[in-house]
């Protein structure tokens, strides 16, 4: 799915405002038709935004099922002819979609974008109503999976996550229009032969005309360096300047539909030239040799939640240059597009990961303190969430294949591994992630309940992706142990001769908190625990890459295991440095 952009031949707006908004404690709004008119007893509430923490009261906080938007919109006259789409780059955990009295669109799954075609519903130079659902209820067929418990409080939301169950619009909502015969799609394959490159380009058309295409591609000065015509191509770049981490170069492909001497539709899509390529225990990107440095993250903030932020999308990143990242994980869900595009442009490196977490019910149901059914079963993980999973894979690779930045599919988070059901579940997975995209490896993060010897997902990915608290939540306190531990289990995961990447490591930390004798919480044993890790790290030569659990501390739901939620960054909520974040940056520096 293209992005919308400002052309010759397209146009947009952004739709980011204070709408309307109302609270559906009871489901009655679906029975009620509230899209026929104006939202009963609404207030305004930002777009975007989570609407969680807006309001001091518990009954938004704790809000459980349908919650609706609406806003009005004026469609620009000078759109008379043109195709015109409504797009939201995202609702959690899914919405339904009018314009005025008709439904336009319905959507499954809270992190991607989903569009309507509305060119039959609206009238140039008036006004439509737009009017969302939302809703924010997991179950065992969404992901991320939960349950709903109706207790003496009323309905609550008991996600199988550690982080805040934020929900709403939460990324741009857009009004654009192209031509009624447009690029549908461009998909692109990069590759480098020597001090050469090559485009392989497949663009997709619609609409009723019959047109030529005529692609071209223009260096970053704008200078033409290659060009062909046809749906489908390779261009060659001699003296090519690659896509680099460090070094975001990027290509601009132009993409025209012409009609004699008319250009009927145009769309421009940045390109980074790389590749990527697993060989024994080295994750290569441009043929060399690349070492992870960086962080699992969220998309968190106070007030905010998980509403996208221009601002606090160039600080965080401006704070990972600082300390020496040079990659993240989209921990547990896709980021929003401008994250992926800010990354392209700066050479920064991300693994891309679907929104599967808390795939794993023996886990989940000693946190709970509740007896679940097996996870990949038909009472709970069955061929329908299967199916959402599936759908989830597809939209984020249709989505992002062509970010350079992304170089790693990460297609579940802790899932039970140790099973036959799991690998009944999770082969399919990855079959149908390499048949998407056949140019990225693919891995899955694997838990310390299922080390090597038990797991069995592993084998399956191109990467062992391990997330490990020895010294934490095993070992707590004692780190010569936790040394020792953390060695032996990474020497045996090297004996199956992939790339290990270590996605997840770190301690909770209360800024602030000091001791003399380094103990647990304080930001002394957060700096001797990361240090112990990076010790084991060099010993092992298959370890390619280090992923700090966590960039920043991040709000998770109630919990006695959590005051003030998770405090594992090396940052604050805030962004304010604890004392690790300086070691760390030692480090990184060094290494870099």
Same mark, same amino acid.
């Not at 799954?109 to 060119?119: C, I, K, N, Q, S």
């Not at 394959?189 to 030529?212: C, F, H, K, S």
């Not at 595009?341 to 891309?352: F, K, L, M, N, P």
């Not at 802790?414 to 009944?424: C, G, L, R």
């Given at each position: 799915?293209?992005?919308?952009?400002?052309?010759?031949?397209?146009?947009?707006?952004?739709?980011?405002?204070?709408?309307?908004?109302?609270?559906?404690?009871?489901?009655?709004?679906?029975?009620?038709?509230?899209?026929?008119?104006?939202?009963?007893?609404?207030?305004?509430?930002?777009?975007?935004?989570?609407?969680?923490?807006?309001?001091?009261?518990?009954?938004?906080?704790?809000?459980?099922?349908?919650?609706?938007?609406?806003?009005?919109?004026?469609?620009?006259?000078?759109?008379?002819?043109?195709?015109?789409?409504?797009?939201?780059?995202?609702?959690?955990?899914?919405?339904?979609?009018?314009?005025?009295? $008709? +439904? /336009?669109?319905?959507?499954? &799954?809270?992190?991607?974008?989903?569009?309507? =075609?509305?060119?039959?519903?609206? *009238? @140039? %130079?008036?006004?439509?109503?737009?009017?969302?659902?939302?809703?924010?209820?997991?179950?065992?067929?969404?992901?991320?999976?939960?349950?709903?418990?109706?207790?003496?409080?009323?309905?609550?939301?008991?996600?199988?996550?550690?982080?805040?169950?934020?929900?709403?619009?939460?990324?741009?909502?857009?009004?654009?229009?192209?031509?009624?015969?447009?690029?549908?799609?461009?998909?692109?394959?990069?590759?480098?032969?020597?001090?050469?490159?090559?485009?392989?380009?497949?663009?997709?058309?619609?609409?009723?005309?019959?047109?030529?295409?005529?692609?071209?591609?223009?260096?970053?000065?704008? $200078? +033409? /360096?290659?060009?062909?015509? &046809?749906?489908?191509?390779?261009?060659?770049? =001699?003296?090519?300047?690659?896509? *680099? @981490? %460090?070094?975001?170069?990027?290509?601009?492909?132009?993409?025209?539909?012409?009609?004699?001497?008319?250009?009927?539709?145009?769309?421009?899509?940045?390109?980074?030239?790389?590749?990527?390529?697993?060989?024994?225990?080295?994750?290569?990107?441009?043929?060399?040799?690349?070492?992870?440095?960086?962080?699992?993250?969220?998309?968190?903030?106070?007030?905010?939640?998980?509403?996208?932020?221009?601002?606090?999308?160039?600080?965080?990143?401006?704070?990972?240059?600082?300390?020496?990242?040079?990659?993240?994980?989209?921990?547990?869900?896709?980021?929003?597009?401008?994250?992926?595009?800010?990354?392209?442009?700066?050479?920064?490196?991300?693994?891309?990961?679907?929104?599967?977490?808390?795939?794993?019910?023996?886990?989940?149901?000693?946190?709970?303190?509740?007896?679940?059914?097996?996870?990949?079963?038909?009472?709970?993980?069955?061929?329908?969430?299967?199916?959402?999973?599936?759908?989830?894979?597809?939209?984020?690779?249709?989505?992002?294949?062509?970010?350079?930045?992304?170089?790693?599919?990460?297609?579940?988070?802790?899932?039970?591994?140790?099973?036959?059901?799991?690998?009944?579940?999770?082969?399919?997975?990855?079959?149908?992630?390499?048949?998407?995209?056949?140019?990225?490896?693919?891995?899955?993060?694997?838990?310390?309940?299922?080390?090597?010897?038990?797991?069995?997902?592993?084998?399956?990915?191109?990467?062992?992706?391990?997330?490990?608290?020895?010294?934490?939540?095993?070992?707590?306190?004692?780190?010569?142990?936790?040394?020792?531990?953390?060695?032996?289990?990474?020497?045996?995961?090297?004996?199956?001769?992939?790339?290990?990447?270590?996605?997840?490591?770190?301690?909770?930390?209360?800024?602030?908190?000091?001791?003399?004798?380094?103990?647990?919480?304080?930001?002394?044993?957060?700096?001797?625990?990361?240090?112990?890790?990076?010790?084991?790290?060099?010993?092992?030569?298959?370890?390619?890459?280090?992923?700090?659990?966590?960039?920043?501390?991040?709000?998770?739901?109630?919990?006695?295991?959590?005051?003030?939620?998770?405090?594992?960054?090396?940052?604050?909520?805030?962004?304010?440095?604890?004392?690790?974040?300086?070691?760390?940056?030692?480090?990184?520096?060094?290494?870099?």
């Amino acid at each position: 799915m293209l992005r919308p952009q400002d052309g010759p031949t397209r146009e947009r707006r952004r739709l980011d405002a204070l709408w309307a908004f109302t609270l559906d404690p009871t489901d009655a709004g679906r029975s009620e038709g509230w899209w026929r008119g104006r939202l009963p007893d609404s207030r305004e509430v930002p777009v975007p935004a989570s609407f969680t923490d807006l309001f001091p009261e518990r009954s938004v906080r704790d809000h459980v099922g349908d919650v609706w938007y609406q806003t009005t919109v004026l469609v620009p006259r000078g759109w008379a002819g043109s195709r015109i789409v409504l797009r939201f780059d995202s609702a959690t955990h899914r919405a339904v979609v009018w314009v005025d009295d $008709v +439904e /336009v669109v319905a959507h499954e &799954g809270g992190f991607t974008p989903f569009e309507a =075609d509305v060119t039959d519903h609206v *009238r @140039p %130079g008036t006004s439509a109503r737009v009017t969302v659902v939302v809703d924010n209820r997991v179950s065992f067929q969404s992901l991320p999976p939960g349950l709903v418990d109706d207790g003496p409080q009323g309905r609550q939301v008991k996600p199988f996550h550690d982080f805040t169950n934020y929900a709403g619009l939460h990324r741009p909502v857009w009004l654009y229009c192209t031509p009624r015969t447009y690029v549908d799609d461009v998909t692109v394959v990069t590759g480098l032969e020597g001090t050469a490159g090559t485009v392989d380009y497949e663009v997709a058309l619609a609409g009723p005309d019959e047109v030529d295409v005529r692609v071209t591609l223009l260096d970053a000065e704008g $200078v +033409e /360096v290659a060009q062909d015509t &046809g749906a489908s191509g390779t261009l060659r770049v =001699d003296d090519v300047r690659p896509w *680099r @981490p %460090g070094e975001g170069y990027l290509y601009d492909l132009r993409v025209d539909l012409v009609s004699g001497d008319e250009v009927v539709d145009s769309y421009v899509l940045p390109v980074g030239v790389r590749t990527v390529r697993i060989k024994g225990t080295e994750f290569l990107i441009n043929g060399e040799p690349f070492y992870f440095r960086g962080f699992g993250k969220h998309e968190d903030a106070p007030v905010r939640g998980r509403g996208h932020d221009d601002v606090l999308m160039v600080h965080d990143f401006a704070l990972m240059d600082w300390i020496g990242a040079n990659s993240f994980r989209t921990s547990h869900y896709p980021y929003a597009e401008e994250v992926l595009e800010y990354a392209d442009r700066h050479g920064v490196v991300v693994i891309d990961e679907v929104a599967a977490v808390g795939q794993n019910f023996g886990m989940i149901g000693g946190f709970l303190q509740r007896q679940f059914p097996p996870t990949f079963s038909p009472d709970a993980l069955n061929d329908v969430s299967q199916e959402v999973h599936a759908q989830a894979i597809r939209e984020l690779v249709a989505r992002d294949k062509n970010h350079p930045s992304v170089v790693l599919w990460s297609i579940s988070n802790e899932p039970e591994s140790d099973t036959e059901a799991s690998v009944a579940y999770f082969e399919p997975l990855f079959a149908l992630t390499r048949e998407l995209d056949p140019t990225r490896p693919v891995g899955s993060a694997n838990m310390v309940g299922a080390p090597h010897g038990k797991d069995r997902l592993q084998a399956l990915g191109d990467v062992v992706m391990l997330n490990r608290y020895y010294g934490w939540a095993i070992n707590t306190g004692d780190l010569p142990a936790a040394e020792k531990a953390l060695q032996a289990e990474l020497e045996a995961w090297a004996t199956e001769g992939k790339p290990i990447l270590v996605s997840e490591y770190g301690a909770d930390t209360l800024a602030g908190l000091h001791s003399i004798l380094a103990e647990p919480w304080t930001e002394e044993f957060q700096v001797e625990m990361l240090e112990m890790y990076h010790r084991v790290f060099d010993r092992v030569s298959a370890v390619v890459g280090e992923h700090v659990w966590n960039f920043a501390d991040f709000s998770t739901p109630s919990s006695p295991f959590r005051v003030g939620g998770n405090r594992k960054g090396v940052f604050t909520r805030d962004r304010k440095p604890k004392a690790s974040a300086f070691a760390v940056r030692r480090r990184w520096q060094q290494l870099r």
